[in-house]
């Protein structure tokens, strides 16, 4: 089984050898000696290194205390989460997962071989804990593709201790500054070995594809993409959102995979994002291109929103039961709704999963790798942003003015439950494109994207009263089947009744104010 590890550091170079006296950081009272280890790691990735072009990091390493094979993911500068498995002859199944989003059908193999002697010291504090482990690195690298270049370096290496605080390290680096050791220049020692390996004339791994601009694009033509820059067009600005929200599919898909908390969500809402821009700036990216693509996306969110959904209702009917003075809750409700949930949730990850691992989502995530490194730029894709992206938003907005004001006409029921759910659906879509347009359009853009936010915030809160009373009707109906009280789900049933009267009754005074703030 694989388990998951915080990891805080810094790496370092020096022109001197060895290490300046740590006992002058501040809080380190003395420094233990844990000797020389050697390691021997073969870093894997594809032939045109899509792994490394990401920042991930996959090897497999023997020597020292945590041999066997280890994942790595970014999550901030010197902050990465590393994934552990045991040490075997071939490749995890559950680590060969967690990087499929980004190698897709390519195959994974050697490209690189790190054996470094690693002496290792530990800086205490006055009780004896550890603070951080210093290594001084000597490296030896060997490319294992091509010509098999190599070549060696020393490095210094500071990881923070376990729930340490990273404000330690700043302490340890003005000591190692001050000593004349500087920050390294390479992110990390695979980096650095393709890089100093790498045969004359290769060029760095491969990257996401760059904006695409097309000066007086002509109707229905597509033009090639040119090297990256600042926004210029109204395709810049709209690729540039199509980018963010393909590299978000892609780097969710590990988190998904193993359960995060709102990783399920977040992807989610990048395939919403994703459509909402097709349809709303057709007049930028053909449509005849992206509606099929677009559709793929529908499908996608469909099979996220099972399990999203189902994990809303879950805390809301839970914490709704938790406000519940006792004397309103008969019989096992409690044991109810947390079996519910489990069945529920554990079905719908097991079907995400599969989602995940389907030739279906493969080929999409391909596909808008091929949109984006060939535009299929249309009619308005070569003008300047400001009046072609206000048009295309003001659109969206004009539609969801008619679809509140029907909501608004009609009476209490189901009819009106309906018709502000399609008006929230196209709240959604109205934010997106302001979201999309915000770095051309400035601050009457990100207004909107607040004020959308806000009326997504009441319409989800109507629409969830809706699910829940649905919900609760269910599990009423199976409780008294099993001879137990309904009394309690009929009690959560009238609360949720009464949200959303509160809901609907404060949207026409929130819809009025939205109306005399919008700019665009």
Do not use: C, N
């Not at 690195?137 to 070549?151: F, I, M, S």
């Not at 079905?347 to 808008?368: E, F, M, N, V």
């Amino acid at each position: 089984m694989a388990d998951t590890k915080r990891e805080i550091e810094r790496k370092y170079e020096s022109d001197q050898d060895g290490l300046p006296d740590l006992t002058r950081v501040p809080g380190v009272a003395s420094v233990l000696d844990r000797g020389v280890t050697r390691l021997d790691a073969t870093y894997h990735d594809t032939a045109d290194e899509r792994l490394a072009a990401s920042a991930v990091t996959l090897r497999r390493r023997t020597g020292g205390s945590d041999a066997g094979w280890h994942l790595k993911f970014p999550v901030a500068p010197g902050v990465r989460d590393e994934i552990r498995a045991p040490l075997s002859d071939t490749l995890p199944d559950e680590l060969a997962a967690l990087v499929r989003s980004r190698v897709r059908d390519h195959a994974l193999l050697p490209v690189v071989r790190l054996r470094s002697d690693r002496a290792v010291r530990h800086l205490l504090d006055a009780d004896g804990r550890l603070l951080a482990e210093v290594s001084v690195d000597t490296v030896h690298a060997q490319r294992l593709t091509g010509d098999g270049g190599t070549a060696r370096w020393t490095e210094i290496e500071v990881e923070l201790a376990d729930d340490g605080d990273p404000a330690f390290l700043d302490k340890v680096e003005k000591r190692l500054r001050k000593a004349g050791v500087r920050p390294s220049a390479s992110a990390s020692k695979l980096t650095r070995a393709l890089a100093e390996t790498a045969p004359d004339g290769t060029t760095t791994p491969a990257t996401a594809p760059t904006p695409a601009t097309a000066p007086e694009a002509a109707p229905k033509q597509k033009r090639r993409s040119r090297p990256a820059g600042k926004p210029v067009t109204a395709a810049d600005h709209v690729l540039a959102y199509v980018r963010a929200q393909r590299d978000a599919l892609v780097e969710l898909d590990p988190a998904v995979r193993q359960d995060i908390p709102d990783s399920v969500h977040r992807m989610r809402v990048a395939t919403r994002r994703l459509r909402s821009t097709f349809r709303t700036f057709r007049t930028v990216l053909d449509p005849g291109t992206t509606d099929p693509v677009a559709a793929d996306l529908k499908w996608l969110a469909g099979e996220l929103g099972l399990d999203r959904d189902q994990e809303v209702l879950a805390e809301r009917l839970g914490t709704a039961l938790a406000e519940l003075p006792g004397t309103l809750v008969h019989g096992p409700v409690a044991d109810r709704l947390a079996a519910w949930s489990r069945a529920r949730h554990s079905g719908a990850h097991g079907r995400i999963t599969g989602i995940l691992d389907s030739r279906r989502h493969l080929t999409l995530l391909d596909t808008l790798d091929a949109l984006l490194a060939d535009p299929p730029l249309y009619k308005k894709a070569g003008t300047k942003p400001a009046k072609t992206l206000t048009k295309a938003v003001r659109k969206d907005f004009d539609k969801l003015a008619g679809l509140v004001t029907r909501a608004l006409d009609l009476p209490p029921g189901t009819d009106r439950d309906v018709a502000l759910h399609e008006a929230r659906k196209k709240t959604k879509r109205t934010r997106y494109a302001a979201e999309a347009a915000a770095p051309a359009l400035g601050e009457p853009a990100k207004e909107l994207v607040g004020a959308m936010k806000s009326l997504q915030g009441l319409l989800g809160d109507h629409q969830d009263s809706v699910m829940a009373r649905q919900t609760l009707r269910e599990l009423a109906a199976v409780a008294h089947a099993a001879g137990e009280s309904a009394f309690t789900y009929g009690v959560l049933h009238g609360r949720e009744e009464h949200r959303a009267l509160v809901a609907e009754a404060a949207l026409p005074e929130a819809w009025t104010s939205i109306r005399k703030s919008t700019a665009l």
